[in-house]
């Protein structure tokens, strides 16, 4: 089976702007999650959808939105972009929700705002 | 909210030595599962080990395993004869095992150096 894909895997916006990542998770998961990750912070939970429904968010601005199509394939945006939305992002899937099931995750999507 | 907590930045090894790394955690729940996640340089993010709150038998995995105390809230991992490829970023997760969607807690992470 094909991992967890993430596109693009880098890039590099400036403030301001908005930008639109994409995250294919494994064959049959349905639950997509997405985290930040920033040195000495870790990774932060920003939001969980399961059958197209966004079930959980983390404690990040409006300005960053997602969402699951009914192939399972998810998608964040953030809007008007700033400087310390640098970081890598990172999709995770699992088989199914509500369970004890590992995240699988991909290998992520560096945004860099300049 | 649960927290998790790894309170070693940095470790290192010698290699085939051993090294624990340490996670504690907070929670008021009593069914959970604990997890611990590597990240080599290349950024893939891969399980490690998993453990499941209402086991109390402490989880393996080949050179892997945990020492799990529930009362403590404590979850730390062992890397036996450690190697090379053993260096990486390790984090410690939470998931509470209601229904309540699949929400992970990661801990900062600890830099695991493997010295030849």
């Known amino acids: 089976k094909a991992g967890v894909t993430q596109t693009p895997r880098y890039l590099i916006k400036t403030r301001g702007q908005q930008v639109t990542l994409s995250c294919s998770p494994i064959?049959?998961?349905?639950?997509v999650s997405w985290y930040q990750q920033t040195p000495g912070q870790g990774l932060q939970f920003l939001f969980e959808?399961?059958?197209?429904?966004?079930?959980n968010k983390g404690n990040f601005p409006g300005r960053f939105s997602g969402r699951q199509f009914s192939n399972s394939r998810s998608e964040m945006n953030v809007s008007t972009l700033e400087l310390g939305d640098s970081a890598l992002y990172l999709c995770?899937?699992?088989?199914?929700?509500?369970?004890?099931?590992?995240?699988?995750f991909g290998p992520g999507t560096r945004l860099t705002v300049t | 909210a649960q927290t998790v907590t790894q309170s070693q930045p940095e470790m290192s090894v010698q290699e085939a030595e051993t090294v624990t790394l340490s996670c504690t955690y907070d929670?008021?729940?009593?069914?959970?599962?604990l997890f611990w996640y590597k990240q080599p340089p290349s950024r893939q993010m891969i399980l490690v080990i998993r453990?499941?709150?209402?086991?109390?038998q402490n989880a393996t995995e080949n050179r892997f395993s945990v020492n799990f105390q529930k009362a403590a809230k404590s979850f730390s991992l062992k890397i036996s004869d450690s190697q090379l490829g053993d260096a990486a970023m390790y984090f410690c997760?939470?998931?509470?095992?209601?229904?309540?969607?699949?929400?992970?807690?990661f801990g900062t992470g600890t830099s695991l150096t493997v010295i030849p």
């Open positions: 997760a939470y998931r509470s095992a209601g229904d309540t969607g699949n929400q992970f807690y």
């Open positions: 064959s049959g998961h349905r639950s």
């Open positions: 959808y399961f059958s197209e429904t966004q079930r």
């Open positions: 929670t008021s729940e009593s069914d959970y599962y």
């Open positions: 995770a899937s699992s088989l199914v929700a509500g369970s004890g099931y590992e995240q699988y």
């Open positions: 453990q499941e709150a209402y086991k109390q």
